[in-house]
């Protein structure tokens, strides 16, 4: 089984809410970025989402934007990404990791030869936000179990939902606001009818991402969703502490907590 | 795979979940419009008393003379607001109104399609966003300030390279927000479906007056028919209705910036490969890690690192040929019809012009061409007068 499915589903069977941070992979370097999964996986994070960078963020509020372009300054690239990730798997980290990536990074690399990577390298799952159900089938006819394409819903998305959950593997990642990446709290004025439409149709986890920063964010929606995830907080939170594992170890312990008891 | 996205292997929807059913909206009501005698009465009545339509086909005879073969131009310069751009941009307003939205944005590189979206906007009572890099702000002042007194709002966009590219991805972040009630208008041939396709409907006026007037004046069809390409506006309303004429030849002159040798160039079907950017798939200057590449032209409107897809399926299927012409070419050929003609092209048509007048080495005196004189310079005496002094320019 998939690590995403394995560790979603135990969650689930043992009520517990799931709790997945993004970052992005090279910010500031690769051993920072090693540095932090680790901490992260030792403070109980159940998924990591790794951002390669990409010149070209649609999808990215200023936060993500700025932290792509810094990381590919300092030479991020999607080679590099995966011999991290490689290295990582090496040294036994056996958290679920999922990349967040543009689909010109992956038609750039080939997406056959992308797909024999990700097997290769330990990551078990893709985000890929402009890639919507129509334009998948190139990609995925590579993909096998190991690497799941995760899907996406908008607020938006009403009739759409039941064809692009039909399809849905690992988690379904619900987007909570309208946009981009990073509007703190920010969510769409249909949101909670949104979830529970989502949570009842859906028969994996329901994650919501997009302009979440603590627990208490969520605690309206906690019984529509299966847990949260985070991204432009903890960047900021990164660069603000200057990138410190303790901090980013302490956040994670901390918002799985919340989570938790938000749900008691 | 939505199969009628794409052209050949280009096209398709590249975008976010949330945007999918902005599109499939924006598409029907495409559609119906298009199907729509009264919608079409109305547009075409804006084109004419509004945007001054037809433009001439002018018969440029001293440039004729000089390079031995019968030199048409199209004018679109003498659109109002100084470009093609306005064509498009009543189309799609049109549509929006039609819709019900009381917002539009857009994104500009030169500042054309920003103008004539401000334009349009100011005409039809709307709100009116407009994205611009700000290098592109600072080497397009006069456009600016236009936008600003037709009442638009100018956001300068400070990310990546702070031009077209950017201010494009800018927009799209902003619609994917405010999709509800706001319409978006993509000047260039690019974008997600239906885009590419509605850009090519509202332009392709163009062919349509050109192949007509042609007609009148030469008893067939035209030889050669020739436009600039950056994004391909200008280009695929020229071709438009050409294409099925397949004893025309079609030719897109990208720009080759400082010569495609240097590495500084915008000639994505030269030297790109098959990308995605801005919703679409289509040829696009990457890196080797496959980021998109910045372009370089000293024509602000041709400054773009992708091409519509549908000039990339012209391509691939050989039915048009591209090529590109280096920033000085564009200049000497700027220059040569300001003094034989007396006309003002933009750096941007320049291109356009600089190629007829090499290719027609390749023609007798009886054939004849036609070239697309998509703009007008005035827009850019600054960036002409620095390159005259030798002092450079921007980028």
């Given at each position: 089984?998939?690590?995403i499915?394995?560790?979603?589903n135990?969650?689930?069977?043992n009520g517990v ?9 090279g910010?500031?370097?690769?051993d920072t970025?090693k540095?932090?999964v ?16 990409f010149?070209?963020?649609?999808a ?5 934007q700025?932290?792509?372009f810094?990381a ?5 690239t999607?080679?590099?990404t995966f011999?991290?990730?490689?290295e990582?798997?090496?040294e036994n980290?056996?958290v679920p990791?999922?990349?967040?990536l543009y689909?010109?990074?992956?038609l750039?690399?080939?997406p056959?030869?992308?797909a ?6 330990g990551?078990?799952g893709?985000i890929v936000?402009?890639l919507p159900?129509?334009?998948q089938?190139?990609?995925?006819t590579?993909?096998s ?9 908008s ?12 399809d849905?593997?690992?988690f ?9 990446t990073?509007?703190?709290a920010d969510?769409h004025?249909e949101?909670?009818n949104?979830?529970?439409m989502?949570?009842s ?11 979440i920063r603590?627990?208490k ?5 906690i019984?529509?969703?299966d847990?949260a995830?985070?991204?432009?907080h903890?960047i900021d ?7 410190d594992?303790?901090v ?6 901390k ?10 | 795979?939505?199969?009628?996205a794409y052209y ?9 979940e949330?945007l ?12 119906e ?6 919608f079409?009465e ?6 004419k008393?509004y945007v ?8 440029a005879?001293?440039l ?5 073969t019968k030199i048409?131009l ?25 819709m ?8 500009t590189g030169?500042?054309q ?6 334009t349009?906007?100011?005409?039809f009572?709307m709100?009116?966003?407009v994205f611009?890099?700000k290098?592109?702000?600072a080497?397009?002042?006069?456009n600016?300030m236009?936008?600003e007194?037709l009442?638009?709002?100018v ?20 619609w ?7 319409f ?7 974008g997600p479906?239906p885009y590419?396709?509605m ?13 007509k ?6 008893g067939?069809?035209?030889?050669v ?11 695929i309303g020229m071709?438009a209705d050409f294409i099925?004429?397949?004893d025309?030849?079609?030719i897109?002159?990208?720009?080759a910036?400082k010569?495609?040798?240097?590495g500084?160039?915008a000639?994505a079907m030269?030297?790109?490969k098959p990308?995605?950017?801005h919703?679409m ?5 990457q ?5 998109v590449?910045l372009?370089?032209?000293?024509s ?14 012209l391509?691939?299927s050989?039915r ?10 564009a200049m000497?050929?700027l220059m040569e019809?300001?003094r034989?003609?007396?006309?003002i092209?933009a750096i941007?048509?320049a291109?356009?012009v600089?190629?007829a007048?090499k290719?027609?080495a390749n023609?007798t ?7 697309c ?13 620095d ?7 921007l980028?």
């Amino acid at each position: 089984m998939n690590r995403i499915e394995q560790r979603l589903n135990q969650n689930i069977s043992n009520g517990v809410k799931s709790f997945i941070t993004y970052m992005t992979a090279g910010l500031p370097n690769y051993d920072t970025t090693k540095k932090l999964v680790k901490a992260q996986e030792e403070a109980g994070i159940d998924v990591i989402e790794i951002g390669v960078p990409f010149s070209d963020p649609i999808a990215d509020g200023p936060v993500i934007q700025q932290a792509s372009f810094e990381a590919i300054q300092n030479g991020a690239t999607i080679d590099k990404t995966f011999a991290m990730m490689k290295e990582l798997r090496e040294e036994n980290v056996n958290v679920p990791i999922v990349f967040m990536l543009y689909y010109n990074t992956i038609l750039h690399y080939g997406p056959e030869e992308f797909a024999v990577q990700c097997k290769a390298c330990g990551i078990d799952g893709l985000i890929v936000p402009d890639l919507p159900m129509e334009e998948q089938d190139e990609l995925k006819t590579f993909l096998s179990d190991d690497t799941i394409l995760i899907q996406l819903v908008s607020p938006v998305s009403n009739d759409r939902v039941d064809q692009i959950l039909s399809d849905a593997k690992g988690f379904v990642y619900c987007v909570s606001s309208m946009g981009v990446t990073g509007q703190a709290a920010d969510f769409h004025k249909e949101v909670k009818n949104y979830l529970s439409m989502i949570k009842s149709k859906s028969k994996i986890p329901v994650m919501m991402g997009f302009g979440i920063r603590d627990a208490k964010d969520v605690s309206p929606f906690i019984s529509d969703i299966d847990g949260a995830i985070v991204g432009t907080h903890f960047i900021d939170l990164m660069r603000t502490s200057n990138y410190d594992s303790k901090v980013a170890s302490d956040y994670v312990t901390k918002f799985k907590q919340d989570l938790n008891n938000t749900n008691k | 795979m939505n199969q009628k996205a794409y052209y050949g292997k280009f096209g398709g929807q590249y975008v976010s979940e949330s945007l999918m059913n902005t599109l499939k909206e924006v598409d029907e009501a495409f559609e119906e419009a298009i199907h729509d005698p009264k919608f079409m009465e109305e547009f075409h009545y804006y084109l004419k008393q509004y945007v001054g339509r037809e433009t001439p086909l002018y018969y440029a005879q001293r440039l004729s003379e000089k390079y031995k073969t019968k030199i048409y131009l199209k004018r679109e310069d003498l659109n109002h607001t100084g470009a093609h751009k306005i064509n498009n941009v009543l189309g799609q307003i049109l549509l929006a109104k039609r819709m019900g939205k009381k917002k539009v944005i857009a994104e500009t590189g030169a500042g054309q399609h920003g103008v004539a979206t401000a334009t349009g906007a100011a005409l039809f009572g709307m709100e009116c966003t407009v994205f611009m890099g700000k290098e592109d702000i600072a080497r397009q002042k006069l456009n600016v300030m236009r936008m600003e007194m037709l009442g638009a709002k100018v956001v300068s966009v400070e990310s990546g390279s702070n031009t077209l590219k950017d201010a494009t991805n800018e927009a799209i972040r902003t619609w994917a927000k405010v999709a509800e009630d706001t319409f978006y208008i993509i000047g260039s041939a690019v974008g997600p479906y239906p885009y590419p396709k509605m850009v090519k409907e509202f332009q392709s006026v163009i062919s349509r007056e050109a192949k007509k007037q042609h007609y009148e004046v030469e008893g067939r069809l035209p030889d050669v028919v020739m436009a600039c390409v950056g994004g391909g506006s200008n280009s695929i309303g020229m071709f438009a209705d050409f294409i099925e004429e397949k004893d025309v030849k079609l030719i897109g002159v990208e720009a080759a910036g400082k010569g495609i040798e240097t590495g500084e160039h915008a000639s994505a079907m030269a030297l790109g490969k098959p990308g995605v950017l801005h919703g679409m798939k289509s040829y696009l200057l990457q890196d080797e890690n496959g980021n998109v590449q910045l372009a370089h032209s000293i024509s602000a409107g041709l400054d773009y690192p992708g091409v519509g897809p549908e000039h990339a399926f012209l391509k691939d299927s050989k039915r048009a040929e591209y090529v590109a012409v280096t920033d000085m070419e564009a200049m000497d050929a700027l220059m040569e019809l300001t003094r034989l003609e007396g006309i003002i092209p933009a750096i941007e048509s320049a291109h356009a012009v600089a190629y007829a007048c090499k290719y027609a080495a390749n023609m007798t005196e009886n054939q004849s061409m036609i070239v697309c004189l998509s703009g007008r310079g005035d827009k850019d005496v600054h960036t002409i007068a620095d390159y005259l002094d030798g002092k450079g320019y921007l980028n």
